[in-house]
C-alpha cells in the first residue's frame, strides 16, 4: 500500500475564479498564494480553485462534504462574515464536543466555521 503522507491540495469549484478568489481571500481573510492566482491558504492547506467547464466538466457546488474551517471563537466570526454580507444556514450547531456554523461561498459549495471545546468520549475520532 502506497505511504500518503498529506493532502496536496483541496480542489473547490466555481463558475467565476476570480469572484471566488475574492471571496476567500476578501471576505474569509485567507492568505492569497503568491504565485498562483486561483489558490489560497488555510493554514498549511493549499486550496485550488478551478472552474471545470474549462476542463469540459459540468460545474456542480460541493454541498455534502463540508471544509471545517476552524475559528476560535465561532460567534464572533460568524458575525463579522454576516457583516461582509456571508449567509448562514440557521443557528450555530453545538454537539456536545463542537459549535458548526454552516454556509456557502458564492458557488454553493458547502463550508463551515468550526471550534472544538471538548474532546469525545470514546476515541472514534469524530468532529
Same mark, same amino acid.
Given at each position: ?112 466555521? @468550526? @471550534? ?12
Amino acid at each position: 500500500m502506497p505511504e500518503i503522507s498529506k493532502a496536496d491540495f483541496v480542489a473547490v469549484p466555481s463558475t467565476d475564479w476570480k469572484r471566488s478568489r475574492a471571496f476567500y481571500v476578501d471576505t474569509l481573510g485567507l492568505r492569497p498564494d503568491e504565485t498562483g492566482d486561483s489558490e489560497f491558504w488555510v493554514g498549511q492547506q493549499c486550496f485550488g480553485i478551478y472552474e471545470p467547464t474549462t476542463f469540459g466538466m459540468e460545474f456542480a457546488p460541493q454541498t455534502t462534504a463540508h471544509i471545517a474551517l476552524h475559528v476560535e471563537d465561532i460567534e464572533a466570526a460568524r458575525a463579522e462574515l454576516e457583516g461582509k454580507g456571508a449567509e448562514f444556514d440557521g443557528e450555530t450547531f453545538d454537539t456536545c464536543v463542537c459549535h458548526m456554523a454552516f454556509f456557502s461561498d458564492p458557488d454553493g459549495n458547502a463550508l463551515m466555521l @468550526h @471550534h472544538r471545546y471538548s474532546p469525545r468520549s470514546g476515541g472514534d475520532g469524530g468532529s
